[in-house]
Structure formats: C-alpha cells, structure tokens
C-alpha cells in the first residue's frame, strides 16, 4: 500500500527540510510508483505529484526551491488501480475548491459512489474526495465513514480552512501516529 506522511507547524518555527526529505525518502518503502505533496501558500493550495520516487521529485526545482509552509501532506503511491501516467490517480488528490488529500488504504464502494457521476482518476481514493466535496452541511468525517466501504487512513488540507490539518483513520491494520 502507499504512504503518507505530513506536518503542522503550530509557531513560525517550520521543521528541518533535511529532515522531511529523509523521512520522505524513507516513506518510499510503501510505493514508488509516483510521489507528490501538497501545501498551501497565500490561501491557495499548491499541488506537486508525478509518476515518480519521492527521491527523484526532491531533486525539482520545485522542491528545492520551496520555502516551508505551515502545513504540508505527502504521499508515495504503490499502484493497485489506475496507471501511474495518469497523473490524476496520483497523490495528492484535489479539486477546484482547494481541497486536496493523501490517502492509504483501500476504498470497496467506489464504483458505487461514482456510478452515474464523471470520473477523473481511477483510483478509489477518487471516492473519499467525492464524498468530502459533495457533503456541504453537517459533519463531513461523519459522513466519510457512513459512505466509505473499506479501511483508510488520510490526511486533509483546504484552501477554505487555512488552518486545518485534518488526520482520519478507519479500521485495522492501519495505523496513523
């Protein structure tokens, strides 16, 4: 399965850079098939993946060049459905509104969730960010274990909630820490 990993730095102090690239690099044991992050900068979420190891997607400008935000998710993908060359089955997952996620696990009613809606990936993670952007009152996590078949454990940043990191875990053996 994949992995994922991400921070929340509760001051103007952000984490050590090196540290975050080997812990990234590490994160590689669970999928090297692609790898991306995702952060927010000035209210806007900002969304790198590609069909790559994580080691290699450090060595990008974008990575090399970027100065920490407050919040960041990552992910490494071990590919059990869609082609890593379509770069919408990778991670970070995100919509228009800003909303990205990270995800582990496996979702087993996906294709009901999208059975008459458009698909743009085809991977069942697709189904947990459906399921987020389409609940607009009440309590979306709520609604995420309601809706979702399966054991996930994802990580949730949006650009409507700046300050928000949101961690969800869902039955064994996952684990989040």
Same mark, same amino acid.
């Given at each position: 399965m994949c992995g994922i990993m991400g921070y929340y730095a509760f001051s *103007? !102090? *952000?984490?050590?850079? %090196?540290?975050?690239? =080997?812990m #990234? !690099?590490?994160l590689e044991s669970r999928g090297t098939d692609a790898s991306g992050f995702a952060y927010l900068d000035k209210g806007r979420l900002v969304v790198h993946k590609d069909a790559v190891r994580a080691t290699v997607l450090l060595g990008t400008q974008e990575w090399m060049r970027l100065k920490l935000p407050q919040i960041m998710i #990552?992910?490494? *993908?071990m590919k059990t459905q869609g082609s890593e060359k379509n770069n919408a089955n990778n991670h970070p997952l995100f919509n228009k509104a800003g909303l990205a996620l990270v995800h582990n696990g496996m979702i087993h009613n996906d294709r009901e969730i999208f059975a008459r809606k458009h698909r743009d990936a085809e991977v069942d $993670? =697709? %189904?947990?960010l459906e399921v987020l952007a389409s609940? *607009?009152?009440g309590d979306r996590i709520q609604d995420l274990f309601e809706s979702l078949?399966? $054991?996930f454990a994802i990580g949730i940043i949006e650009a409507a909630q700046p300050d928000k990191l949101t961690l969800v875990k869902k039955d064994n053996p996952i684990e989040l820490y």
């Open positions: *103007r !102090q *952000r984490p050590n850079k %090196a540290q975050l690239e =080997e #990234f !690099q590490l #990552f992910h490494t *993908r $993670s =697709e %189904a947990i609940k *607009r009152e078949d399966g $054991s």
